[in-house]
């Protein structure tokens, strides 16, 4: 079964200090893994995808297989980072467009 | 160019009663999914349309359908509501093919009382 687990619900950080948002699969061949951001107010938004091994406004993220894991990571939060942040998944190779996603992380950054 | 665009934005319905929610997907996208959001459950897939044929469906009851229209737009449809309906309900439109990105609209409040 396809799962998408992301530890906390909400990580709070003070401005400056280093973001590790947790993201931990279950899937049995080769995903395609996403963070995507909802800031307050606003659409559901790709923030980046692992195929694309890019830094979106200073986020990244490595995807691991051994550990099953997606964690986004930035070095320096800022407080607009504040947001809800969702890993999803999706079976590559997968007849269609359907994502499977975590519960769920806010970021808080605090001035 | 225009995003996804859903109709209407925010509805109130009594239990037992049905609704009909819009997407309008960005020009040339011919997938369509449709999510339910919830403080509870999260997002959840509810359905997946590509050239008017439901190609994925996720764990809802059959009071929950859709279908998609020779433009791509889609409708979904709730029938028989129940106080657990009331959700935020997002469309999201991509091209085909792996590797794209898929877009999401802005959503339908929906409030069942």
Known sequence: AQRVTQPEKLLSVFKGAPVELKCNYSYSGSPELFWYV?????????????????????????????????????????????????????????????????????????? | KAGVTQTPRYLIKTRGQQVTLSCSPISGHRSVSWYQQTPGQGL?????????????????????????????????????????????????????????TIYFGEGSWLTVV
């Open chain 2, 44 to 100: 959840q897939f509810l359905f997946e349309y590509f050239s008017e044929t439901q190609r994925n469906k996720g764990n809802f009851p059959g009071r929950f359908s859709g279908r998609q229209f020779s433009n791509s737009r889609s409708e979904m449809n709730v029938s028989t509501l129940e106080l657990g309906d009331s959700a935020l309900y997002l469309c999201a439109s991509s091209l085909e093919g792996g590797g794209n």
């Open chain 1, 38 to 111: 909802q800031y307050s107010r606003q659409r559901l938004q790709l923030l980046l995808r692992h195929i694309s091994r890019e830094s979106i406004k200073g986020f990244t993220a490595d995807l691991n297989k051994g550990e099953t894991s997606f964690h986004l990571k930035k070095p320096f939060a800022q407080e607009e980072d504040s947001a809800m942040y969702y890993c999803a998944l999706k079976g590559a190779g997968e007849y269609g467009n359907k994502l499977v996603f975590g519960a769920g992380t806010i970021l808080r950054v605090k001035s």
